[in-house]
């Protein structure tokens, strides 16, 4: 018998909690991460009010260095700790698949420099349009179309750009592109970018509409990943007939595997916590897990190095806590994690080495207090344990210290 019949675990995209011990193996810009602080540079230069995030036990996380990310409690209302990345990245797709039980050896490419000509000539030989050589590299996505927006309405060619991320994404204004020759594309795309030296994670359409000066991205956004290469605990509760319900962009960064009841993209934070509070509130959703992604902090603030913008994510998310622990049954459990770092104080652009915070609440917790300092697996080697399937390939279980 599951000693929660429901679990949901929400990922704070990037919300690192300092530098992991390889971190020096990692670089950003040429610079080390072994500096690095997501929310402990954030408290320090822009400040930080968290009191929700803090009640459950932010604050008491053990820290190795002099930043503090908000006041410790003296009675913490859930239990708290950090976790270490195994996987050799520092990805979305890395710190996600790895949360879901998997140890990724071969991380996947990133193009600093921008893709291979090689890539470039076989997309355009493909769908017959040029592609921008001035944006073949990281951008912003609401930048990219700023900048050349009005040159592909002239033209027809092709934006092409990437991210932090091993991610390849093709913005096309819908009045110029049609979606289905978008998604042609793309398809192409993913189908030219599935082993080295251009393994990538996803490939993205990015349409856009609107006119210069006034570009909006649509909706009809749409993500091309690889499966997992080995059955994660999503998979597992798949086959065992449990319920598992994804939020924001969790079913593209699994591709499907795993996710049978999924609900959609975010088009923003706030809007993927009213689909978590609308998931949780389902008549039909008894018994299963529950997986969010909430992305602004990492993609609005973290690349675009914005510690103010970032602090005021966090304090949005933690106004809005409450509304989720309220909708929360005696036998729910929530988790509140990260997939990796990107202090928005720090060099270059990219994530950064840290480690994760977890925080982890239930009405039916009578204890409290630090669990030990584990891996990422360790969440999903706990649901596994919690619904009484096997874990994936790594991860230990702290189900029985929740008391």
């Not at 039916?364 to 300092?373: A, D, E, Q, R």
Request: net charge negative.
């Amino acid at each position: 018998m599951s000693k929660f019949k429901r679990i949901h675990l929400v990922v704070l995209d990037s919300v690192g909690i300092g530098a992991a011990p390889d971190a020096n193996n990692f670089v950003n810009a040429g610079v080390p991460d072994g500096a690095s602080d997501t929310l402990g540079h954030i408290s320090k230069s822009v400040g930080l009010n968290v009191p929700n995030m803090a009640k459950i036990g932010l604050g008491n996380i053990e820290r190795e260095t002099a930043l503090k990310t908000v006041p410790a409690e003296a009675n913490p209302s859930g239990y708290y700790t950090k976790l270490e990345e195994v996987s050799l990245g520092k990805d979305t797709m890395t710190g996600h698949w790895e949360i879901m039980g998997l140890n990724i050896t071969e991380p996947f490419d990133t193009f600093w420099n921008g893709f291979p000509e090689e890539i470039l000539t076989k997309i355009e030989e493909f769908s017959g349009r040029k592609v921008i050589r001035e944006a073949n590299k990281p951008y912003s996505g609401t930048a990219v179309i700023d900048d050349f927006g009005p040159r592909q309405m002239e033209t027809g060619e092709l934006i092409i750009y990437t991210s932090a991320d091993p991610v390849l994404q093709i913005a096309a204004h819908e009045d110029i592109i049609p979606l289905d020759e978008l998604y042609r594309i793309c398809e192409y795309a993913r189908s030219i970018t599935l082993e080295r030296p251009a393994l990538l994670g996803r490939i993205i359409a990015r349409p856009y509409v609107g006119e210069p000066g006034n570009f909006t991205r649509t909706a009809n956004r749409r993500d091309l990943a690889v499966s997992p290469f080995a059955p994660t605990v999503l998979d597992k509760l798949n086959e065992a007939g449990i319920d598992t319900y994804s939020v924001g962009k969790i079913s593209d960064i699994f591709n499907g595997a795993g996710v049978n009841h999924d609900m959609g993209h975010n088009k923003s934070n706030s809007h993927g916590i009213d689909t978590l509070l609308t998931t949780m509130g389902l008549p039909e959703f008894e018994k299963g897990f529950s997986f969010t992604n909430l992305v602004d902090f990492d993609a609005l603030y973290g690349h675009r190095r914005d510690p103010h913008g970032y602090r005021d994510c966090l304090h949005e998310f933690d106004e809005r806590l409450p509304e989720l622990i309220a909708a929360m049954r005696e036998d729910d459990l929530l988790m509140i994690t990260a997939d990796h770092g990107n202090d928005p104080t720090y060099a270059g652009t990219d994530h950064t080495r840290e480690y994760i915070p977890l925080l982890a609440y239930s009405p039916s917790l009578k204890g409290n207090g630090h669990l030990p300092i584990g891996h990422f697996a360790d969440i999903s080697a706990t649901i596994a344990d919690n619904f009484g399937v096997d874990k994936a390939m790594i991860g230990e279980s702290f189900l029985d210290k929740l008391v």
